[in-house]
């Protein structure tokens, strides 16, 4: 039986993708893996069309997702709808303002344009900062906080990802005290950075064997 329709990753929001777009769920299991509740500042150096910002801005801000999409299982018989209604209401009571500040950049003016109309799609434009900036050159917001990033892999983009790779490694030394979680694919790039992950969890990104590379304090 499907109960959801759609598949999950689709929240209901992004309308417009970049050149290699990222899906929703597994930038929130990136924001997991990297420990981002909200509570503390949030850092995507190389956002690019701004799913891993969207998404961080919608657990800090404790939006449930896909809160307003529907689900397949409305039209099942049986389906108690003003159930369905209690539980979204009850979900969308917890929003709230985020404590502390979301930080998104990106060098390519074309990629921040997508993020930014991303991000009023998902109506949380006004809970990022975004901003035109080159990894090695962003001044993070006051930390210790956390950093989730998806850098370019040279496989669907190839455009200077040596050099992307280790702007992020500039960026990652000035951030001590803080969670990061990097997603690299399984070609050895990590190793432009001058810091070793304390741990390495296998995953797929579009069929493309990956690495989750976690940094801790």
Same mark, same amino acid.
Not at 6 to 31: D, Q
Not at 196 to 214: D, K
């Given at each position: ?30 924001? !997991?893996?990297?420990?981002? @509740? ?5 850092? @995507? ?18 939006? /449930? ?11 099942? =018989?049986?389906?108690?709808? /003003? ?17 502390? =500040? ?7 003016? %074309? ?14 434009? @006004? ?15 006051? %930390?210790? %906080? ?7 892999? %040279?496989?669907?983009?190839? @455009? ?13 030394? $000035? ?8 997603? !690299?694919?399984? $070609? ?5 950075? =001058? ?23």
């Amino acid at each position: 039986m499907d109960a959801a329709g759609a598949p999950l990753y689709r929240r209901g929001w992004r309308a417009r993708i970049g050149a290699a777009p990222l899906r929703e769920t597994l930038a929130a299991g990136l924001l !997991a893996v990297a420990g981002h @509740d909200g509570e503390a500042p949030f850092l @995507d150096p190389m956002c690019g069309s701004g799913t891993i910002a969207v998404e961080a801005a919608l657990i800090a801000a404790r939006r /449930a997702p896909g809160l307003g999409r529907s689900f397949a299982f409305e039209a099942l =018989p049986g389906h108690d709808a /003003a159930r369905t209604e209690r539980l979204r209401a009850g979900l969308a009571a917890r929003a709230r303002t985020p404590p502390a =500040p979301i930080h998104a950049s990106d060098r390519n003016a %074309g990629a921040l344009r997508l993020a930014r109309k991303n991000a009023e799609a998902a109506g949380v434009a @006004d809970l990022v900062r975004f901003a035109r900036e080159d990894a090695a050159a962003v001044v993070p917001p006051p %930390g210790p %906080g956390v950093l989730a990033v998806n850098p370019p892999y %040279g496989v669907r983009l190839d @455009d200077e990802v040596s050099a992307a790779w280790r702007a992020l490694g500039a960026l990652l030394v $000035r951030l001590p005290g803080w969670r990061a979680a990097v997603l !690299a694919p399984d $070609r050895g790039l990590e190793r432009l950075l =001058p810091l070793a992950p304390a741990t390495l969890l296998p995953v797929s990104n579009g069929g493309i064997r990956c690495r989750v590379l976690c940094y801790r304090p």
